[in-house]
């Protein structure tokens, strides 16, 4: 009875070893994973935190070129603003001309027989005027209407101002038309702006010849010759002088003008002339001085039209000391 009773202990011993290793195994597979668990979140916690860096970098730098093109595309729009400001003016500066040319096509066959003004100043001698200078009908002159063209050169001096050019240019080309046509032939033509700039600079200094060619050459291009100009004829007055007076040829200055601006006066000007071209010992100038004056400034408000009676009493001066002539329009309008 004994012997039984110690094999029951001994199984029963073994049994509770099993469980407790069990238990045992259990914990410690708990106590594994939970040292194991932070580890793992850290490491998320580390790479989430470099994302977000990464895309507020992003963002930092999409927010700052949406500036610049925000920027880029307002200075667009003002800029196509402007371009539609100034390409509505031009169409309304256009509607203008086209306007204007319409009115001047209109007046053009109603003012034929003022276009030719001076035409006849130039080319008809009244019988007062025959009777005045004591010469017969029939009788050889130098003059035509009352201007000499016994000159062997031409010089012209044109104003190539805004007001000459926008009012009274097709008016000038044919008055320096008519001009030349007195003149049959010469030996060489200059053609100078008020300021003294040549129309064909090949020639400064220099004579054109004169030929039908060469003639045509200058009325193409001075329709649409417009070199800076300072509203005033003397540059270029004194230049062609200095240039080209020689006592031994005869010479003819035009001058085509409207007005002369403030700053030199009157008398200066003529005393300089009066240096640079002497008179020979009968008392005829080497240059014959002639202008025309164009009468578009008098259209003007008075406050404008100083400029062009200070041209005109210039122009007056110099042509009754120079041997020449001065005509004053009045009108500048076909």
């Known amino acids: ?101 319409a009115r001047l096509q209109e007046e053009k066959s109603v003012t034929s027989a003022v276009a030719g003004e001076l035409e006849v100043a130039l080319q008809q001698m009244t019988a007062e005027m025959q009777r005045l200078l004591g010469q017969r009908s029939e009788q050889k002159t130098d003059f035509v209407g009352g201007i000499p063209v016994d000159s062997e050169y031409i010089i012209f001096i044109i104003d190539t101002s805004g007001s000459m050019f926008q009012y009274a240019w097709e008016k000038m080309i044919d008055q320096l038309i008519t001009t030349l046509d007195v003149y049959p032939t010469v030996k060489g033509i200059q053609i100078m702006s008020d300021e003294g700039e040549y129309m064909f600079p090949q020639y400064r200094g220099k004579w054109m010849p004169d030929t039908p060619g060469r003639r045509q050459v200058i009325i193409n291009r001075i329709r649409t010759w417009n070199p800076f100009s300072n509203s005033s004829p003397v540059e270029g007055i004194t230049q062609a002088i200095k240039t080209y007076y020689n006592p ?68 007056r001066e110099l042509a009754q000391r120079n041997g020449g002539t001065f005509v004053g329009l009045n009108e500048f309008r076909y």
């Open 1 to 101: 009875m004994k012997q039984k009773r110690r094999d029951a202990e001994v199984f029963s011993i073994a049994f509770l070893d099993v469980i407790t290793c069990g238990f045992g195994a259990i914990i410690l597979i708990l106590m594994i994973a939970k040292t194991g668990t932070p580890v793992i979140l850290e490491a998320a916690d580390q790479h989430l935190g470099g994302t977000i860096r990464d895309l507020q970098e992003k963002l930092f730098q999409i927010r700052g070129e949406s500036t610049i093109l925000n920027r880029d595309l307002t200075s667009r729009q003002e800029q196509l603003s402007n371009w539609d400001e100034r390409i509505a003016r031009l169409n309304s500066d256009l509607a203008g001309l086209y306007e204007q040319l």
């Open 248 to 315: 031994g040829i005869k010479i003819s200055l035009y001058v085509y003008g409207d007005d002369f601006m403030a700053g030199r006066s009157i008398k200066e000007v003529l005393d300089t002339v009066d240096r640079l071209n002497p008179k020979d010992a009968e008392g005829n100038p080497g240059v014959r001085i002639h202008a025309v004056g164009f009468p578009q400034l008098f259209e003007s408000p008075i406050q404008y039209q100083g400029t062009v009676i200070r041209f005109s009493h210039l122009m």
